[in-house]
C-alpha cells in the first residue's frame, strides 16, 4: 500500500506563485513515475505534470512554460514549482504515483485569484 499526503495549495493572486509538495509513503518501487493531475469543478481530471524516477518529464501544453515538475528520491517526494498562475489553473491538485498500480493523494485546493 502506498500513502500520498500533499500540501501548498492556497489562494494567490493571477501572476502569483506557489509550490505543492507530495510525500509518498509505503511500498514504494524505485522505478515509478510520479506526477500532478488537477481538476476544475464541473470538468474530469486532467494531467498537468509527470516526473518519471530518472528525471523525464511530461507537461500539459497549457502549463509546460510556467510549472516545473521535479522530485527527490531519497525522500520519495514529488514537486510542482507553478509560476505565473491564472484564474484557469484554479482547480483540486491531485498527486499521483504509478507503479503496477495508481495511487492518488487526497488533493490540494488552488485557487487563482483575478
Known amino acids: 500500500q502506498v500513502q500520498l499526503v500533499e500540501s501548498g495549495g492556497g489562494l494567490v493572486q493571477a501572476g502569483g506563485s506557489l509550490r505543492l509538495s507530495c510525500a509518498a509513503s509505503?511500498?514504494?518501487?524505485?522505478?515509478?513515475?510520479m506526477g500532478w493531475y488537477r481538476q476544475a469543478p464541473g470538468k474530469q481530471r486532467e494531467l498537468v505534470a509527470t516526473i518519471t524516477a530518472d528525471g523525464s518529464t511530461n507537461y500539459a501544453n497549457s502549463v509546460k512554460t510556467r510549472f516545473t515538475i521535479s522530485r527527490d528520491n531519497t525522500k520519495n517526494t514529488v514537486y510542482l514549482q507553478m509560476n505565473s498562475l491564472k484564474p484557469e489553473d484554479t482547480a483540486v491538485y491531485y498527486c499521483?504515483?504509478?507503479?503496477?498500480?495508481?495511487?492518488w493523494g487526497q488533493g490540494t485546493q488552488v485557487t487563482v485569484s483575478s
Open positions: 509505503g511500498n514504494i518501487f524505485s522505478s515509478n513515475v
Open positions: 499521483n504515483i504509478r507503479q503496477i498500480l495508481s495511487y
